[in-house]
């Protein structure tokens, strides 16, 4: 699509985006908009995009307690970005949002997944096979890093990987990706697995009695076996 | 799901809306594309499995191969890290409420059975099997004697690259140059999971076998084996960087120590 049609789709499209953008708004304002708290918070979305394209947060979750869980096969068919397998997860404690199979044509951006995760207000990213034209993307890149892609007469696209933002309140927000493009003279950001979490609550003074990790996997006991496999 | 177009190809998510404020229906089939991880109160019950009809059914092991198994709806999706251990034989039904099609055995290669969950609903949990053809699931009737936990650990093979990453909670742990199958016979690409841990009584090549749930594409079996795909060391180090196996990862020793911890069920993404 070029930048004209680009353009001119938004123009005739802004009311209709309005309006439903607005609905939109409504419906996933408490997983988006439910302000911080210092702990016992984790919320999370796939995928959102504002701009001339509008594309509502994706697979919202949110929650206070009881986890909550949203999967979306695949993002409909529209003109800006591709991704399958979207999925949230959200506790009082954690937040993750992943997606698979990205692809922003445009901007020459994709990757088999992309997750990120936000624990006790400690946040990290995870890249699969990303790259952003001919560069690959790291798997595990440092907070805040940033990448410029040229798109010729488009302009130039900044890209932030693993951007962190915290919140006066101790929160963190977690963005996997973050893509600010410049489409016709407007910006179209487009975010891509963002997850917010409250920070680690404050030892109490009592320390609370051991207890073995809830529901972690075990650690592997080899076992004495052999399976031809191949090699 | 409906998608407004307006002149020029704009859009606008409109079913979206429902989604988000209905709380995610659940959808065995996935025909609206969703598919809930939040459990639902009630669902269909399973039908009994009587010893005899149970003893004919083919086990969902590395060995076996299941006919009618729901093809994995997102294989090349990431997986949560959730995973369930059958403490006893338990039937695996092609759907909720659906016929048995197999048993997933409590334990497999003399280990337990630990499979990922991919879709938790109504009293059911969606499995991913160790047993061909490969990329396929089933459904298991929750009960109480079934163990699961989560693994915080992701195994990514980057074949092009030749490249192991593994993370833990994001965190990464070690990232090593590899060796892959050929072109003729390449390690077969999707999720899968780390299915046992083996330390072969007479090891040739390697002291740890790592069995995942995924097969040759190209070989029916290999060696006498049934073509399982496997991460294990191996002794010459020329080959890492290269593609050189008949589709398992070959990994440096320091790699093979630290997967070692890895928890049997935890994702691995090959791409």
């Known amino acids: 699509m070029s930048a004209s049609r680009l353009t001119r789709t938004a123009a005739m499209a802004a009311t209709v985006v309005a309006t439903v953008v607005a609905t939109v708004g409504v419906a996933a304002g408490p997983a988006l908009a439910a302000p911080a708290r210092t702990t016992g918070h984790g919320s999370a979305y796939a995928l959102n995009a504002a701009g001339p394209v509008a594309v509502p947060a994706i697979s919202a979750v949110a929650s206070t307690g009881r986890k909550a869980d949203r999967s979306l096969l695949s993002l409909p068919k529209n003109p800006l970005v591709k991704a399958s397998a979207l ?26 997944a992309v997750t990120a995760l936000c624990t006790h207000g400690k946040g990290s990213v995870d890249l699969v096979a990303a790259r ?62 963002s997850v917010t979490c409250g920070k680690a609550a404050a030892q109490p003074t009592t320390p609370a009695p051991q207890q073995p990790p809830a529901h972690q996997a075990p650690a592997p006991t080899p076992v004495h076996h052999d399976l031809p496999v191949t090699g | 799901m409906h998608v407004i177009r307006t002149y020029g190809g704009a859009f606008v998510i409109v079913g979206l809306v429902a989604a988000l404020t209905s709380g995610c229906g659940a959808s065995a089939k996935g025909t609206a594309g969703e598919a809930a991880r939040t459990p639902s109160a009630a669902g269909p019950k399973a039908a009994p499995v009587s010893a005899a009809r149970l003893a004919r059914l083919p086990h969902a092991t590395t060995y076996g191969t299941v006919h009618g198994a729901p093809a994995d709806p997102a294989p090349n999706a990431p997986l949560d890290g959730t995973v369930v251990h059958p403490a006893r034989d338990t039937p695996v039904y092609d759907r909720p409420g659906g016929k048995p099609i197999a048993v997933l055995p409590a334990k497999q290669l003399d280990g337990p059975t630990w499979v990922p969950v991919i879709a938790d609903q109504g009293g059911w949990r969606r499995v991913l099997l160790p047993s061909r053809p490969d990329h396929t699931s089933g459904w298991l009737p929750t009960d109480k004697t079934q163990h699961t936990a989560t693994s915080a650990y992701r195994i990514a093979v980057d074949r092009g690259a030749h490249r192991l990453t593994l993370t833990e909670a994001g965190r990464r742990l070690g990232a090593w140059t590899v060796a892959v199958g ?18 072969p009584p007479k090891p040739t090549y390697s002291k740890l076998i790592l069995p995942l749930g995924t097969h040759s594409n190209s070989l029916d079996s290999f060696g006498g084996g049934p073509g399982t795909v496997a991460l294990h060391g191996w002794p010459d180090k020329s ?33």
């Open chain 1, 87 to 112: 999925h949230t997860t959200a506790d009082r404690a954690m937040a993750r949002a992943s997606v698979a199979d990205l692809l922003v044509k445009k901007l020459g951006l994709s990757a088999s």
């Open chain 2, 182 to 199: 050929t072109a003729k016979n390449p390690t077969p690409a999707g999720r899968t999971f780390l299915l046992a841990s083996l330390s």
């Open chain 1, 132 to 193: 952003l034209g001919k560069q690959h993307l790291a798997v595990s890149p440092a907070p805040n890093s940033a990448v410029r892609a040229h798109l010729g007469p488009l302009g130039t696209a900044t890209v932030t990987l693993n951007k962190q933002v915290r919140a006066a309140d101790g929160s963190l927000r977690v963005t996997a990706i973050e893509a600010r493009v410049p489409i016709a003279g407007k910006l179209e950001t487009v975010s891509v697995s």
């Open chain 2, 239 to 271: 080959v890492f960087g290269h593609d050189v196996s008949h589709g398992c990862v070959r990994t440096p020793p320091a790699a093979l120590g630290t997967l070692s911890r890895v928890p049997l069920g935890s994702p691995v993404q090959i791409t």
